[in-house]
């Protein structure tokens, strides 16, 4: 089967692309598709635009949200009248809180005949902003959805995959960050290479044991949206989520480090969600444990340490 190359992706009428979320990440999807040449406009709680013109004509609605946003943006929207072919996006990195949803399962239910994709992988949105290659995946249980995404996204600097498994790639982005806190304390903590490589594969394990029990496929925790973020994101300053975990090993209250972080960092809210989950369905997460004792101030990154280190000896499970 021949694929088009990215040289001959034009679509032959601009697509009008709603962003909500003016934040580091709506910044950037928003240049993304406008120098495809596609109309985008960006909508956030404290612009001016009034949501119901901003998405009057929309073919593309993204959530560039933050978790703590998307339920609230999700039930204004639902007071509008959404054009027919209004296909969502959610590049959200996170669980809600009250009821443990993705935002895909959030917008999904609300919108049930509306398509919804899932736009995630290692997108560090500063090395997008400068123009660095990079490449997602775009993930929907309706193909044409995800390959009609994948048009408007796709760019030379930017490769789009698909992918048939949403919830799959969307747990990737977001069980990541809990681990990312994890390897900035190591990082912090000065624990070198080996450390951080065995913290990273395990956790990947993690993400695989939780996610396959919430309905996931294994395997697309092996692809760009899970060990491809998990990379991008445990070895980058740049990550909000490094950032925590790295200032606490440095001895910072998450406090004070949150009073100073540009940006959200998902992690710090989805490692709650995942205790409770964990607990529930009876899974063994050890790293989010540790990470959640060390946000919760029960321990610090160095007894964390040990408490990952003294576990009883086993074999190595995979996933
Ligand atoms: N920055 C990055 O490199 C990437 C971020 N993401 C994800 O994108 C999401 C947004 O991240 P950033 O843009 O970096 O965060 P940010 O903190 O820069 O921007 C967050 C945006 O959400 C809005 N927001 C926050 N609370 C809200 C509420 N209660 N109601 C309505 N709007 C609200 C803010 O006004 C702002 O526009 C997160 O889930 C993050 O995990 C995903 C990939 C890359
Ligand atoms: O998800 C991201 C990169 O893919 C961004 O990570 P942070 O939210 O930790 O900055």
Redesign the pocket.
């Known amino acids: 089967m021949n694929h088009p190359n990215t040289q001959q992706l034009k679509i032959p009428n601009p697509k009008s692309v709603v962003i909500l ?6 910044s ?1 999807l928003a240049s993304l598709v406008s120098s495809n040449g596609h109309k985008v406009s960006i909508w ?3 612009s001016n635009l009034q949501l119901a013109s901003t998405v009057n004509d929309a073919d593309i609605i993204v959530s ?6 998307v339920p ?2 999700i039930a204004q929207l639902q007071l509008l009248k959404l054009p027919d072919k209004a296909i969502f996006v959610t ?4 669980l809600d809180t009250q009821t443990t949803c993705t935002p895909s399962q959030i917008i999904q239910t609300v919108f049930p005949s509306h398509p919804v994709v899932v736009l ?1 992988g290692p ?4 090395e997008i902003e400068l123009g660095l290659p990079s490449a997602t995946v775009v993930a929907s249980h309706s193909g044409t959805a995800a390959e009609f995404v994948q048009l408007v996204f796709s760019s030379p600097r930017f490769r789009v995959y698909t992918n048939l498994d949403p919830l799959g790639v969307e747990l990737g ?1 977001t069980l990541k ?1 809990v681990i990312a806190i994890a390897a900035g304390a190591c990082d912090g903590l000065q624990l070198g290479t080996n450390a951080k490589a065995a913290l990273v594969t395990r956790g990947l394990s993690e993400m695989v044991r939780i996610g396959v029990s919430l309905g996931a496929k294994a395997e697309t925790f092996y692809g760009l949206s899970g060990l491809g973020d998990l990379l991008a994101t445990c070895n980058s300053p740049l990550s ?1 989520n490094y950032q925590v975990g790295y200032q606490l090993a440095c001895g910072k209250t998450l406090a004070e480090i949150l009073t100073h972080l540009q ?2 960092a ?1 992690g710090v809210n989805t490692c709650s969600v995942l205790i409770t989950q964990s607990i529930g369905q009876n899974i063994s997460m050890p790293i989010t444990e540790q990470v959640y004792r060390v946000l919760q101030s029960e321990s610090t990154p160095r007894q964390a340490l040990e408490e990952l280190m003294l576990r009883n000896i086993k074999p190595e499970y995979y996933g």
């Open positions: 979320g003016a934040g580091a990440w709506g950037s956030s709680r404290r560039a949200i933050s978790m703590k946003g609230d943006v590049a959200t990195k996170g995630s997108n560090l949105s500063k982005g960050n909000r940006g959200t998902e």
